[in-house]
């Protein structure tokens, strides 16, 4: 079983985005930081779920389960729906993303709960900016 938990960072005023992507398995904790293009915060939320399980799928197999964790609701509720009114791109590359696996549990989580993403974002602003 695989745990995949990410986290965007925007600057607000220049929309400079960052993300951050922890996988853990067997007790190994992989981290990423992610250089990101978005413009505001819920596009990169979807980005880095998005870039997130790109990496994933380096390390897990087809027979893997993942655990996703987010703190944003955003792509929370955009997933379990599979809808997303201005969102629906990310989406749908998203749920294609999903499919590659046996079975992935989206879980929405706090702020507090996702520390380690977090702070991979926030590191990833000040390393690429």
């Known amino acids: 079983m695989f745990k995949l938990y990410t986290d965007a960072a925007t ?7 960052s993300c951050g992507i922890l996988i853990v398995h067997d007790k190994e904790q992989y981290q990423h930081k992610i250089k990101l293009e ?5 596009h990169a939320e979807f980005e880095a779920c998005l870039q997130g399980f790109r990496i ?3 390390f897990a197999t087809k ?3 993942v655990l996703y964790y987010t703190d944003s609701k955003i792509v929370y509720d955009s997933l379990q729906k599979q ?3 201005h969102y629906q791109e990310y989406v749908d590359l998203i749920m294609n993303e999903q499919q590659k ?3 992935v549990m989206n879980n929405w989580i ?3 709960k996702n520390e380690g993403a977090h702070n991979l974002a ?7 900016y």
């Open 11 to 17: 600057m607000n005023k220049s929309g400079k985005s």
């Open 38 to 42: 978005s413009l505001d915060n819920h």
């Open 56 to 58: 994933l799928s380096k």
């Open 63 to 65: 027979d893997d389960i």
């Open 83 to 85: 809808y997303a009114k």
């Open 101 to 103: 696996f046996q079975l």
């Open 110 to 112: 706090s702020d507090t």
């Open 122 to 128: 926030i590191q990833g602003l000040h390393k690429f």
